[in-house]
């Protein structure tokens, strides 16, 4: 099949500092995934175009983009599910530094900002490890599985609107320690999304949640965080 394929552009250091898209027809096969149509113009066509990926299955996060308006991984899009006319731009929010490369040091920065590692100094008395129930286990589940790609935190209206909202992916990554029976930090935790930028700032909007690629129910997952700094953690 013939896919139309238009392409952001942008970079200032080679003259090119007003976007502007690339086309292209490309052959492609409705199985090929939008990440191969990049590979194949970057490749064949114009090795100049930029992007970010490694994995290529899901897993690193590393190649959200906007695909036909909406945040997707361009590894896990098939030609098939997008149609033939494909549109890539990169993901909102940032600054761009180059086609679809963005500066992703504000998405990490609120990211470090809410401590996202397991605070717990007490060594058990066995001196073996520190053991939790499946249901224990089971109240953060979700939210281990985000990859940190920033599909949700770049489609988020708030974030784009105030950028001292540290984003959703940012409380998805809290909450996934907050609930952790074993960690003591939870209350900092809270302190610090109870800020004028932290998760009062989410109106429940949903973008977060359709956009997340491993299906976290991102949005619900705020909510849990919201209720905690009200009514405290329970374990
Ligand atoms: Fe990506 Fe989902 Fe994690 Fe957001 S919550 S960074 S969309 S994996
Ligand atoms: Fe934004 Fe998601 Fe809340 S899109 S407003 S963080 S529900
Ligand atoms: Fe790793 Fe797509 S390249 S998630």
Redesign the pocket.
């Known amino acids: 099949m013939l896919v139309y394929l238009k392409i952001y552009r942008y970079n200032p250091e080679a003259g090119r500092n007003v976007p502007s898209f690339d086309t292209y027809n490309i052959d492609a096969h409705p199985t090929d995934r939008v990440?191969d149509l990049l590979e194949h113009v970057k490749g064949n066509i114009d090795g100049t175009l930029s992007f970010r990926?490694?994995?290529?299955?899901?897993?690193?996060?590393?190649?959200a983009m906007r695909i036909n308006g909406r945040n997707m991984?361009?590894?896990?899009v098939l030609v098939k599910d997008v149609g033939t006319e494909i549109t890539v731009e990169p993901i909102l929010g940032l600054p761009v530094l180059k086609d679809m490369i963005v500066d992703m040091n504000p998405f990490f920065n609120s990211y470090k900002a809410v401590m996202p590692y397991l605070v717990n100094d007490d060594v058990p008395a066995d001196g073996k490890e520190r053991l939790q129930s499946p249901e224990q286990r089971e109240r953060f589940d979700d939210t281990t599985k985000c990859?940190m790609?920033a599909a949700c935190t770049t489609s988020c209206p708030v974030f784009w609107a105030d950028d001292q909202y540290v984003g959703p992916a940012a409380i998805v990554n809290a909450h996934r320690f907050i609930f952790d029976s074993r960690d003591q930090a939870g209350a900092q935790r809270l302190q610090i999304l109870s800020d004028h930028g932290g998760a009062f700032r989410c109106r429940t909007a949903f973008n977060c949640t359709e956009a997340c690629p491993r299906e976290i129910h991102v949005t619900q997952a705020i909510a849990e965080v919201k209720n905690a700094i009200i009514g405290g953690i329970e374990h």
Not at 73 to 76: D, E, F, G, Q
């Open positions: 990440l990926r490694s994995c290529a299955h899901g897993v690193c996060g590393s190649d991984l361009a590894c896990k990859i790609c």
